[in-house]
């Protein structure tokens, strides 16, 4: 695959029990490792009220 390694994903999505957050974040870990095995990543579930927080935590964990 040629081409510049400069895209991320962010996804949000609320309204959603425990056991189906641990299940989707569980399921972005597999996909994330079976399509771009190099790459890094964070995936964090909590509430919807922190999500800002969540993605600010994720963004410096990257390296930004």
Same mark, same amino acid.
Request: proline share 0%; glycine share 4%; charged share 25%.
């Given at each position: 695959m040629a081409g510049k390694?400069? $895209?991320s994903v962010v996804a949000v999505i609320s309204g959603l029990t425990d056991n189906? !957050?641990?299940r989707i974040s569980a399921d972005?870990? $597999?996909s994330k490792?079976?399509?771009a095995p190099n790459g890094r990543g964070?995936? !964090?579930s909590g509430?919807?009220?922190s999500v800002a927080f969540?993605?600010?935590?994720?963004h410096k964990q990257i390296g930004g």
């Open positions: 390694k400069d $895209k189906q !957050a641990a972005i870990m $597999k490792q079976r399509n964070t995936v !964090a509430f919807t009220s969540l993605l600010q935590k994720g």
